[in-house]
């Protein structure tokens, strides 16, 4: 089992830019959560899919929008680019509401 | 709405010692708690899963409990260890919206050699 695997690793843009992350869960997950972690903080909730359809949202503005796939598989789309949106970008896949498992993280900087 | 809240932001020991985390957090309406440890730039292990109906949960030199009514969670490192070295987090699920988990800052612990 690969555990959930998050691409890219790092990845840079310009302010005004829009942006793909993407994740794919452990095997036997089908519900995936995004969190924005910036420097010293602690991670903080986006929002969740489950079966294709956004169940939860978290504060975050329309600029950040989501997909899931059939496959349960997962990105997270950041237009206009605000230097604040530097941060890294973290997945989490579980079976429903129980224990989540994180991904190693996308590192977006913003210029 | 649920804050959580870490103590202290940052903690160095000498190898060998036992030592504690705090975590707290607002509301006592949980699902769960879950500590985490996170190395630096990377994501996020879990360590231990409390649901809100137990006490305790323990794996290896880790022990967490959880006291709900007084809004507390501990994690307990025996013999602590460099390679325990890392930030550790506490993530809460709230009981009426348990789609979102609500995080603290994290403490930054350092173990000496």
């Known amino acids: 089992d690969a555990g959930v695997t998050q691409s890219p690793t790092h990845l840079i843009k310009t302010r005004g830019q829009q942006v793909t992350l993407r994740c794919s869960p452990k095997?036997?997950?089908?519900?995936v959560s995004w969190y924005q972690q910036a420097l010293g903080q602690g991670p903080q909730f986006i929002f969740q899919?489950?079966?294709?359809?956004?169940?939860q949202r978290g504060n975050f503005p329309d600029r950040f929008s989501g997909h899931q796939f059939p496959n349960y598989s997962s990105e997270l789309n950041v237009n206009a680019l605000l230097l604040g949106d530097s941060a890294l970008y973290l997945c989490?896949?579980?079976?429903?509401?129980?224990?989540?498992?994180f991904g190693p993280g996308t590192r977006l900087t913003v210029l | 709405k649920q804050e959580v809240t870490q103590i202290p932001a940052a903690l160095s020991v000498p190898e060998g010692e036992n030592l504690v985390l705090n975590c707290s957090f607002t509301?006592?309406?949980?699902?769960?708690l879950q500590w985490f440890r996170q190395d630096p730039g990377k994501g996020l292990t879990s360590l231990l899963l409390?649901?809100?109906?137990?006490r305790e949960q323990t794996s290896g030199r880790l022990n967490a409990s959880l006291d709900k009514s007084s809004g507390r969670s501990t994690l307990y490192i025996a013999a602590s260890q460099p390679g325990d070295s890392a930030t550790y987090l506490c993530?809460?699920?709230?009981?009426?919206?348990?789609?979102?988990?609500?995080f603290g800052a994290g403490t930054r612990l350092t173990v000496k050699p």
């Open positions: 989490a896949s579980s079976p429903g509401v129980r224990e989540q498992f």
């Open positions: 095997s036997g997950h089908d519900t």
């Open positions: 899919y489950y079966e294709e359809e956004e169940r």
């Open positions: 509301d006592s309406a949980i699902y769960n």
């Open positions: 409390i649901q809100s109906s137990q």
């Open positions: 993530a809460v699920r709230p009981a009426y919206n348990n789609n979102d988990m609500r």
